[in-house]
C-alpha cells in the first residue's frame, strides 16, 4: 500500500498523461530528487503498476531506466 503523500503516489498520477518515463522525468515534472523517482518506479514495478522496459535513447553517460504503464497503454492503444 502506498502512502498517499508518497513519490509513488505522485507518480500515478502522473501516469495518464506520461504513460512512459524514467526518473529524470518525474523529476522535471515533480520537486523529487532523482534517488526518490528512482525508488518509487521501483516500487510501483514491484507493485505491477509499472513495467520495466528496454528503450534507447540518444544520451551520453549512463543509460536511463525506463518505466511503462502498459496496462494504461493497452486500453488506449
Same mark, same amino acid.
Given at each position: 500500500?502506498?502512502?498517499?503523500?508518497?513519490?509513488?503516489?505522485?507518480?500515478?498520477?502522473?501516469?495518464?498523461?506520461?504513460?512512459?518515463?524514467?526518473?529524470? #522525468?518525474? !523529476?522535471?515534472?515533480? +520537486?523529487?530528487?532523482?534517488? *526518490? /523517482?528512482? %525508488?518509487? @518506479?521501483?516500487?510501483?514495478?514491484?507493485?505491477?503498476?509499472?513495467?520495466?522496459?528496454?528503450?534507447? #535513447?540518444? !544520451?551520453?553517460?549512463? +543509460?536511463?531506466?525506463?518505466? *511503462? /504503464?502498459? %496496462?494504461? @497503454?493497452?486500453?488506449?492503444?
Amino acid at each position: 500500500m502506498l502512502r498517499s503523500d508518497s513519490v509513488a503516489h505522485r507518480i500515478i498520477s502522473l501516469l495518464p498523461t506520461h504513460p512512459v518515463l524514467c526518473a529524470q #522525468t518525474v !523529476t522535471q515534472l515533480t +520537486p523529487v530528487s532523482e534517488p *526518490a /523517482a528512482r %525508488t518509487a @518506479l521501483r516500487q510501483l514495478a514491484d507493485l505491477d503498476i509499472v513495467e520495466s522496459i528496454s528503450m534507447r #535513447t540518444p !544520451t551520453t553517460g549512463r +543509460p536511463r531506466h525506463w518505466y *511503462a /504503464a502498459t %496496462t494504461l @497503454l493497452e486500453l488506449t492503444g
